[in-house]
């Protein structure tokens, strides 16, 4: 029996994005705290995030900026009818960056390479044995599955390919909707990290969370084989599920019963439409060093998660629209229009902060999906 860890502040379940952002926050802002990170695997995994300059308030760029590792100042669209070049700067991080950094904030032996087989507000129980009390636990373990909710899903797997030669793309491609419709809205992102490395991801927006990685992958090779590219290797790869809401509530989603603070995915807490949680989890790191001093913390991340959830009952409608009222294989016209819109409305719809004149406009004129469904799906739709 492993014996049971030294008592610590703050105890965070979860080495990905939010859990790995809370505890770089913590350490940077309040290096008065004994925080821990229990994770498992590698932090950060697998993964590469991507995020526009708009979708970071400035007073919290500090937090994301030491882990940029690729910029851009444009970004491209392409759908059946036209191509877009948007003058939006453009960035990513890689789970390897968020390991990194924040094996260098925390001193030693305060990042647990082990598995909570029962986190409670108070301790965690560990996979190999042993308890960590806390005075906080932060329950950032991300959730696969949403049995409370309704969701349809954003599913992909990316690579990058070392291309001879060059790929000749000089700046990311955040959707190539050009593409044959498969499996319902299908598009492919590119990131242009050096003249021969791409990133390249093909994404859909399906009914069902099922990925056949091998069928992808083969999409894939046929996508850079439709443009030339000699490719040499598949340096990385990485596939994700991701949930696009469109109903559920959130006291069953998060119990007033459980007393265990959350963060990010766990929490609820990320964009509804687009499935990406990145903004809202730098947004909640950058507040938990004021936060985390406050009796009622678990219950003041409740009522924070709870708020944002409301916030997100637009994108939560416009979800409805795209699985209930449009056929899969035309849901492509929903995000076509869209990308005619200006620029400024885009980048506030991506940050989770469209106006009241923004919904407006994305609702106002002839709808990319028969009247009919529309209608029905908003007489469908929980507006909770």
């Known amino acids: ?96 960056a968020l390991a990194e950094a924040v094996a260098a904030a925390l001193p030693a032996g305060r990042i647990i390479a082990d598995k909570a087989k029962h986190v409670a507000p108070d301790h965690v129980l560990l996979s190999r044995g042993g308890r960590l009390s806390a005075k906080h636990v932060i329950d950032a373990r991300g959730a696969t599955k949403f049995p409370t909710l309704d969701c349809g899903w954003q599913k992909f797997v990316g690579q990058a390919l070392t291309v001879k030669g060059g790929h000749g793309v000089e700046h990311p491609v955040v959707m190539d909707a050009s593409v044959e419709q498969i499996d319902g809205y299908r598009f492919v992102y590119l990131l242009p990290f050096d003249a021969e490395t791409i990133f390249v991801e093909d994404t859909y927006y399906s009914d069902d969370p099922d990925l056949d990685v091998a069928a992808v992958s083969e999409r894939i090779a046929a996508y850079a084989a439709d443009r030339r590219w000699d490719v040499a290797a598949v340096t990385r790869e990485e596939t994700g599920v991701l949930p696009v809401v469109v109903a559920g509530d959130f006291d069953r989603l998060w119990p007033a019963s459980d007393r ?65 009222a449009a056929e899969p294989d035309a849901r492509y016209r929903i995000f076509q229009r869209f990308y005619r819109l200006s620029p400024g409305l885009i980048a506030r719809f991506y940050a989770g902060r469209s106006t009241r004149g923004d919904k407006l406009r994305i609702l106002s004129g002839k709808p990319p999906v028969p009247v009919g469904r529309a209608l029905a799906a908003l007489r469908r739709f929980d507006w909770k």
């Open 1 to 96: 029996m492993t014996a049971d860890l030294p008592r610590c502040d703050i105890a965070i379940v979860g080495g990905g994005l939010a859990g790995g952002l809370a505890a770089l926050a913590l350490a940077a802002k309040r290096p008065d705290l004994d925080v821990r990170l229990i994770e498992p695997g590698p932090i950060g995994g697998n993964h590469i995030w991507s995020f526009f300059d708009s979708d970071i308030a400035k007073k919290d760029r500090w937090l994301v900026a030491p882990l940029v590792r690729h910029h851009w100042g444009r970004y491209d669209v392409a759908f059946p009818l036209y191509r877009r070049t948007l003058r939006m700067g453009y960035k990513s991080i890689t789970g390897e």
């Open 260 to 324: 265990t603070g959350r963060i990010g995915v766990r929490a609820g807490v990320f964009h509804a439409t687009t499935g990406y949680s990145l903004p809202d989890a730098v947004r909640t790191a950058s507040a938990l060093p004021d936060l985390v001093d406050r009796a009622n913390f678990p219950a003041i991340l409740r009522g924070r998660a709870a708020a944002a959830w409301r916030r997100q009952r637009f994108y939560r409608m416009l979800g409805a629209m795209l699985f209930r």
